[in-house]
């Protein structure tokens, strides 16, 4: 009878939208399976996984949890959805999963979801998908759709029905025409990262590697790309990587939009993997305008450049050196082939020569530091091209194959 789709709600405050949404669910063909995370009052509707099942798998008893304050119960419950559903996912209990509410019930519910695969279908019907939210705690680094439920989840009434039954909808022909978890491959898949301001020489070395027969994930390195690669290395599901742009090394030192990318370059050195690694926009850090009080020294930075959505500005020669120094110690420890390749007319599509972001003395701070602490086995390649030149894309493409045994 179709397929099934975990249906996660406070049955103590959202038992009649659980309601609705699990007859809609039946009513396309498919079924529900209702899990309880309330944590406040009785629930008002019987559940297939009941709220105490939650509490116990985060290493909670219900009864002693409800006596704690909300926030504690709240992020047990989480903990809870997070370590159930792929349990019960594994055991083939649902296909699917549908969640909805405030805050609350979004901090648990998105909690349990990024837990899955990718691939599992996962939508959120929340309301906190709008406004000045900062999305990325919820959706992290997975496939996990956030719906704005426009009115609150309060009853049904006109908005909400009309959001529900698109949910349902949603996530049913989801479930039915596509929700295949991401398989690990039995090929080499190849893991990229780009940015705007790499992309023309980031794009031309992959389409190189795919002329070659190889598939070529590309990530954007804003913080969350270079975290999702990170994870997919560490799950097997990247074999090698074309790192050609480190800016998030840049912002995990000194700040900045791309923040949030913690210990980029670690998994692939932690698997042993082929590495092909560039400074790509690895010179810059950018801010918002309306973030500069972030930054109490913007106004001495020599060159800043305004991009469509920030303001990208140019390191110090000292920060150069110091993100260098990063790189060579995170690519020391790598157990797999490495071999770096160094545009020697810019990293960045505004640092060629004569550019805005021009900087030699910078450019070669961050050079100098990353050759003189490498260790010896490292390959170091020195390409007099920018970044975003074919003869460059060339260089890095053909270092790749040459370490995945195609080379000349």
Request: aromatic share 4%; charged share 20%.
């Amino acid at each position: 009878m179709g397929k099934a789709i975990a249906v996660i709600a406070s049955l103590d405050t959202k038992a009649k939208e659980a309601a609705y949404v699990s007859e809609a669910i039946r009513r396309l063909g498919h079924r529900p399976l209702l899990i309880d995370v309330g944590v406040k009052g009785e629930p008002l509707l019987g559940a297939d996984i009941t709220r105490e099942a939650v509490a116990l798998a985060a290493g909670e008893s219900l009864s002693t949890l409800m006596k704690e304050e909300k926030r504690v119960r709240i992020m047990a419950m989480a903990r809870g959805l997070a370590a159930l559903l792929p349990f019960l996912y594994a055991q083939g209990r649902f296909d699917a999963v549908l969640s909805l509410g405030g805050a609350q019930n979004t901090t648990m519910g998105t909690a349990g979801m990024r837990a899955l695969p990718l691939g599992v279908p996962k939508l959120m019907v929340s309301t906190m998908a709008s406004g000045r939210r900062t999305f990325d705690p919820l959706v992290g680094t997975k496939d996990l759709l956030l719906m704005h439920s426009v009115a609150d989840v309060a009853g049904i009434n006109l908005v909400t029905r009309a959001v529900m039954d698109n949910a349902v909808a949603a996530i049913c022909g989801m479930a039915e025409h596509a929700g295949r978890p991401l398989p690990t491959p039995d090929r080499t898949v190849i893991g990229a990262t780009m940015l705007g301001v790499t992309n023309e020489g980031v794009s031309q070395a992959v389409s190189l590697l795919e002329a070659e027969g190889y598939e070529v994930v590309t990530f954007h390195a804003t913080g969350v790309g270079g975290r999702a690669m990170e994870e997919l290395i560490d799950q097997g599901v990247l074999k090698a990587a074309l790192d050609l742009t480190l800016h998030e090394i840049a912002c995990e030192l000194f700040g900045g939009y791309s923040s949030g990318a913690e210990n980029r370059l670690d998994a692939a050195s932690r698997a042993g993997i082929p590495q092909v690694v560039a400074p790509g926009g690895a010179d810059v850090v950018d801010y918002a305008e309306s973030a500069l009080a972030e930054l109490p020294d913007w106004q001495t930075r020599k060159r800043i450049y305004q991009h469509p959505a920030v303001l990208h500005l140019k390191l110090h020669p000292e920060e150069a050196a110091r993100v260098a120094q990063v790189i060579a110690e995170r690519l020391n420890r790598s157990r797999g082939p490495v071999t770096v390749v160094l545009p020697l007319r810019g990293m960045h599509q505004q640092g060629f020569p004569g550019g805005p972001l021009w900087d030699p003395e910078a450019d070669q701070a961050l050079y100098r530091t990353l050759k003189e602490n490498l260790n010896p086995g490292i390959v170091v390649r020195e390409v007099d091209a920018h970044i975003n030149d074919p003869a460059f894309s060339r260089a890095a493409a053909e270092a790749l194959l040459e370490l995945l045994g195609k080379g000349n």
